[in-house]
């Protein structure tokens, strides 16, 4: 084997990354481009743009939606086609699942009833509004429509409302499979969704492609798909359209409006409450503990100056009291009726026990003659002789405040958060002993990978008063972490190892051990998203297996369990593949990936592996190149399935296709080759590491490399990429240690003078 310098190794290695297929498309799906107008000069007896325009405007609509994090993520275009309150538009406008809001041109909003039709393929959709009486427009055949017809479209590029843009109707083209108008007209983000008219008004067409060759020119769904859609209805009702999210009303009842919605282990809450003050209260429906009881939870707030946290003793009306965050502040209020006058203020004033723009934990005890009140476990007012006692206890919210809450507890006690005093101190001792940056070991760390959160606190104690060592805190703090997750997910892997190695050596053992690949890429996520509980995942995918089962009789043959998964996830709960934001950090981290129902397709893979493994399915991960599928193994038969593709069923020909792109003589058949899960984790994380590559954040892909030590510490190009990123982000102790092991271990593929002259290098830059 010729050996290649060790330092161009890695450098290369350091420039590369797993790269997602990218394909090419001359059309996308559409938008936006700035309002424009062919002159022209008027004709005897038929309407002007500027008339067609004026006539149609009363039946357009804005459509407005919002994105995975509840923000707003475009604004469409739609327009009645029938008074009784149907409206049409294309289905990429208003999502999977997403929430969105429909207005007129006059700026009223509509009432959403149904998803009265939809049609993937065909890019429509047709919704059902409340409101009655709303001035339709007339909808033509498409045969009547020639080439060369002046045409108008309506729209809302980039949030111009009722913008307006003028061609002609270039001619018909098949584009997969679809009839579709050619435009000779710009369309851009906005305009999806709006109506091809002539210049009578009548509509045509549905605008849902641009191209992406050159800017005066679209396409369009043809009216007579739009007419068989509605021929065919199948109507789903909006709060059923909404599943991501909604709140479990066995768990909680919402008071005085707002949007609370659950996101896996976290409710979440936004828009204004209809209380006074823009107050909204989502009350828990559990029973009450008896006294003494303490309820607990841990709160984040987008602005400091909004006010949230708990309600207690509530009515489940206007009356409660209230005990939360505001301006910097800790406040206790009584709550007595509807309005401000009727509002006492117990408390408020700063606590140093706050952490801005944090997680804060905030806790009642209540005895029997007062309540306490505690901030990160430290007992902020004691209010005695509360004047209301009983009724329910949960969540409260003001003005337009969006909200975080994690960790919602009733309970007759609730454990303490922060170590005793004594260890406390001892930590703080073990801290104030580290090392400098240059000189940490991984060893120095260990004390403190159990209370992450305990560490960052006596870290800002720390930056407080050294603010010269600011950053280095900071990044021990960060390195804590991480090592709590690596080190999670390297028992994972080692447990798994040892019992695997156990049964191997068992002959007769035919039940072999399944790795937990739902866990381990949950535990992956907990190294940037905020705390989460894996069980709580965990336990929610076991519940929707139950919930399969459920439709199954005993003797459900692997192919009637197989239809009911694909069932599950992809007709009945919307899950699929990313398409407006493919590159979104999101989509690799399982948690979001549940939560949002959106991911790649490896994520979306180990998703449908783990429901099949817990539904007594053989399915196993297949890694072709720049597309992960699995494969479904019933006796001989194995039938492949791109999961991001909503479980498609693929040929052997299509997974060679898709392993190539195409290209003849490039297939190899170990490309079919199931593959372990060291090699699907390593694979998760190489997707993360390359967004951290692109962005140049090496703190990230020094992250992404600790972990994948952890799934493989004999990783030899992880372990090269993390010894110059522990280097180059000051941590030259840990950087020379890892140099030390190449040493040490003398790997064949490395060049071992390389390797020491690099050591003599990175000691050299450390004792400057």
């Not at 002007?48 to 923000?71: F, W």
């Not at 092991?741 to 690099?758: G, L, S, T, V």
Request: charged fraction near 25%; proline fraction near 4%; glycine fraction near 6%.
């Amino acid at each position: 084997m010729v050996r290649s310098s060790s330092i161009a190794i890695l450098g290369i290695y350091l420039m590369l990354r797993t790269s997602f297929s990218t394909l090419a498309f001359c059309l996308t799906i559409a938008s936006h481009s700035h309002a424009w107008q062919a002159e022209e000069l008027p004709t005897k007896n038929v309407p002007t743009v500027q008339e067609v325009a004026e006539s149609v405007k009363p039946s357009i609509v804005e459509i407005s939606v919002s994105g995975r994090d509840g923000n707003n993520r475009g604004v469409g275009t739609g327009f009645v086609i029938s008074d009784d309150g149907l409206i049409a538009t294309n289905l990429h406008v208003i999502g999977d699942a997403r929430a969105f809001t429909i207005k007129t041109s006059d700026e009223k909003e509509l009432t959403v009833k149904t998803i009265h039709a939809s049609d993937r393929a065909m890019d429509l959709a047709i919704i059902r509004v409340e409101e009655t009486n709303l001035p339709a427009l007339n909808l033509g055949v498409i045969s009547q429509l020639k080439q060369g017809t002046p045409i108008v479209v309506m729209g809302n590029p980039h949030g111009l409302k009722n913008s307006v843009v003028s061609g002609v109707n270039s001619g018909f083209r098949e584009i997969d499979g679809r009839q579709m108008i050619q435009l000779a007209i710009p369309i851009e983000p906005g305009n999806s969704g709006g109506p091809v008219l002539d210049r009578s008004g009548t509509v045509y067409g549905v605008v849902t492609m641009k191209s992406t060759v050159t800017q005066n020119l679209g396409f369009a769904v043809t009216i007579d798909s739009l007419n068989s859609l509605l021929d065919k209805p199948n109507p789903i009702p909006y709060e059923k359209w909404l599943t991501i999210g909604a709140i479990n009303p066995n768990l909680w009842t919402q008071v005085f409006g707002a949007r609370w919605q659950q996101r896996g282990s976290k409710v979440v809450v936004s828009g204004q409450g209809a209380g006074f003050g823009g107050r909204s209260l989502c009350l828990s429906n559990k029973e009450l503990p008896d006294l003494p009881y303490e309820v607990s939870v841990t709160v984040r707030m987008d602005d400091e100056a909004g006010a949230a946290g708990l309600a207690l003793f509530s009515d489940g009306k206007d009356k409660h009291y209230g005990f939360y965050p505001t301006n910097n502040k800790m406040r206790l209020t009584f709550f007595n009726g509807s309005s401000v006058y009727s509002w006492n203020v117990l408390y408020d004033q700063p606590s140093d026990a706050y952490r801005t723009g944090d997680w804060n934990q905030l806790k009642i005890r209540v005895e029997e003659d007062r309540i306490k009140c505690f901030l990160n476990d430290r007992l902020i007012v004691e209010h005695e002789s509360p004047q209301l006692t009983g009724g329910k206890v949960g969540l409260v919210k003001f003005r337009e405040t969006e909200a975080e809450f994690r960790e919602f507890i009733l309970a007759r006690e609730i454990p303490t958060t922060r170590p005793d005093t004594q260890t406390v101190d001892k930590l703080a001792a073990a801290l104030k002993e580290l090392s400098e940056l240059r000189d940490l070991t991984d060893d120095e760390l260990k004390p403190f990978s159990d209370v992450p959160e305990t560490t960052r606190e006596l870290i800002d104690d720390e930056v407080a008063k050294l603010e010269l060592r600011v950053k280095e805190l900071q990044q021990i703090a960060s390195a804590v972490k991480v090592k709590s997750v690596a080190s999670k997910l390297h028992e994972q892997v080692r447990q798994f190892d040892e019992r695997q190695s156990q049964d191997l050596a068992d002959p007769e053992k035919n039940d072999r051990p399944n790795f937990d690949l739902l866990k381990a890429s949950l535990t992956i996520a907990l190294v940037d998203e905020e705390p989460f509980s894996v069980s709580a995942y965990l336990a929610y995918i076991d519940q929707e297996v139950s919930t399969i089962e459920e439709t199954l009789s005993d003797d459900a043959t692997p192919a009637a369990r197989l239809e009911a998964l694909t069932k599950y996830m992809f007709t009945d709960n919307g899950y699929h593949g990313s398409r407006f934001d493919y590159y979104h950090q999101a989509n690799s981290y399982m948690n979001r990936v549940i939560d949002d129902r959106e991911g790649i397709p490896i994520t979306l893979s180990v998703l449908f592996m783990e429901f099949g493994k817990r539904l007594g399915l053989d399915i196993k991960g297949i890694g072709i190149p720049g597309h992960f599928i699995v494969a479904h193994f019933d006796h001989d038969e194995v039938q492949y399935i791109d999961a991001y593709g909503e479980a498609t069923k693929l040929t052997l020909d299509d997974v060679k296709n898709l392993a190539t792109n195409g290209r003849p003589g490039q297939f190899q058949d170990g490309f079919l080759e199931p593959v372990d899960h060291v090699a699907i984790l390593t694979r998760m994380l190489n997707n993360l590491l390359g967004l951290a590559q692109d962005k140049q954040d090496k703190q990230a892909m020094l992250r992404y490399a600790e972990l994948q030590m952890a799934v493989n510490p004999e990783n030899v190009q992880a372990r090269g990429m993390r010894a110059i990123l522990y280097f180059e982000t000051g941590r030259h102790a840990a950087a020379i240690a890892d140099l030390d092991w190449f040493i040490d271990k003398q790997p064949p593929e490395i060049d071992i003078n390389q390797i020491r002259r690099m050591r003599d290098y990175f000691i050299q830059q450390s004792n400057r």
